[in-house]
């Protein structure tokens, strides 16, 4: 779309790319290399997220600045000691492109990112052009508590629930008001929408490639569990990083698969089995390299979703770990800062110390999600 019909906003411009290995076009070919062999649009830099600009570096390692291997022009990194473009590098400047792939959780981090590259837009006046790309796991789910702004972090920039049900240019619209950005004014925010994208599509209906967005999303259903399973890193069960299976396959030393499974019967979770696996977590290049329970061997459970529109994966977590906590008290434990960040408040794991049940913590939230369904509303595209 940007090619064909908008490409009047870069023509003759000097732009940055915000981008990954994702930023792919129809024809296989990535954004910045066809760009790049253009003589009508000069890209001056890279600026790169979590995983690097090819998208190859494993989850949470810092990138360094460097130079794209392919053209040559100089990357900056905005998952090491920046998180926002500075006004220098951005000083040549004209136009800035954001084309990341997202999988439409609050704490994917390729979102903060977007986050700040609108607010540096907005305090340095000039034109941020976001190339919209599909929710993969649909446009109309909204799920999950909000965040809660004290615990705002990298994995989670604003007030969103957890499944927000939005696009990359929803989500820039949203974020684009003087009040969530915290400056003087908006950005000049450009969107180039997607054609022929319906809101119930998941990403298997968009006759689109998958390409891994990050090195643990190596498929759609592991899209699909994310925004519950993720919780999952926020405790000292394994979330099954260290496996080629990261979200489908969760236990750890201590549990009993048996009693994990049947307490979890008691739940009537719909569109979604469970059955009982081991797993022995390994370091695996460029995707996790160290994970909980390194070379130890883990009982657990794996996930099948039989039914994607029925499966609540966030629903789903709660009662999980609940199930956990039961079981395991004097074993199961928290990480705290990270289950609060991810939660986006410290509700949860006060909630669940407190014997809460899933139904009393599901319940405690819904006010505020439709709360933010209302407001959603003005920032949808389609």
């Given at each position: 779309m940007l090619l064909s019909e908008n490409f009047e906003l870069i023509k003759?411009?000097?732009?940055?790319i915000v981008t990954n290995h994702t930023a792919v076009l129809s024809n296989g070919v990535h954004l910045v290399d066809t760009l790049f062999a253009r003589n009508d649009v000069e890209i001056i830099k890279l600026f790169g997220p979590e995983h690097g600009i090819r998208g190859d570096a494993p989850d949470g390692h810092t990138i360094t600045d460097g130079t794209d291997t392919k053209t040559g022009i100089q990357v900056i990194s905005l998952y090491g000691k920046l998180r926002k473009p500075t006004p220098e590098?951005?000083?040549?400047?004209?136009?800035?492109?954001f084309d990341i792939q997202d999988v439409g959780a609050r704490f994917y981090t390729f979102i903060s990112t977007m986050y700040y590259a609108i607010q540096a837009a907005a305090e340095n006046n000039f034109p941020i052009v976001i190339l919209d790309r599909p929710n993969p796991?649909?446009?109309?789910?909204?799920?999950?508590?909000?965040?809660?702004?004290?615990?705002?972090?990298?994995?989670?920039?604003?007030k969103l629930p957890?499944?927000?049900?939005?696009?990359?240019?929803?989500?820039?619209?949203?974020?684009?008001?003087?009040?969530?950005?915290e400056t003087e004014k908006s950005a000049e925010l450009i969107i180039v929408k997607m054609?022929?994208?319906?809101?119930?599509?998941?990403?298997?209906?968009?006759n689109l490639k998958w390409i891994k967005p990050s090195p643990n999303m190596p498929d759609l259903k592991t899209a699909i569990a994310y925004p519950?399973?993720?919780?999952?890193?926020?405790?000292?069960?394994?979330?099954?990083?260290?496996?080629?299976?990261?979200?489908l396959i969760i236990g750890s030393p201590f549990i009993d698969s048996q009693d994990?499974?049947?307490?979890?019967?008691?739940?009537?979770?719909?569109?979604?089995?469970?059955?009982?696996?081991?797993?022995?977590?390994?370091?695996?290049?460029?995707?996790?390299?160290?994970?909980?329970y390194l070379d130890e061997n883990c009982n657990g459970i794996s996930i099948n979703i039989t039914d994607r529109n029925l499966f609540k994966p966030i629903d789903f977590t709660v009662n999980l770990i609940y199930t956990f906590h039961k079981l395991y008290p004097q074993k199961f434990t928290f990480r705290e800062s990270s289950i609060d960040r991810l939660w986006g408040s410290?509700?949860?794991?006060?909630?669940?110390?407190?014997?809460k049940t899933p139904k009393e913590i599901i319940e405690s939230y819904q006010n505020d999600l439709e709360n933010f369904k209302q407001v959603r509303k003005d920032f949808l595209l389609y």
């Open positions: 003759n411009k000097k732009i940055g590098m951005l000083s040549e400047i004209e136009v800035l492109i796991i649909n446009g109309k789910t909204v799920a999950g508590p909000m965040l809660d702004t004290n615990f705002k972090s990298f994995v989670g920039i604003t957890i499944q927000h049900g939005m696009t990359v240019g929803e989500l820039a619209q949203f974020f684009n008001r003087t009040e969530i950005l054609q022929n994208w319906k809101r119930e599509f998941y990403y298997d209906d968009c519950g399973l993720c919780l999952i890193e926020g405790t000292n069960i394994s979330e099954g990083r260290g496996t080629y299976s990261p979200f994990v499974i049947s307490e979890m019967k008691n739940y009537n979770l719909d569109g979604v089995t469970i059955s009982d696996t081991s797993f022995t977590p390994i370091s695996i290049p460029n995707m996790s390299t160290s994970p909980k410290d509700n949860f794991r006060k909630d669940i110390l407190a014997d």
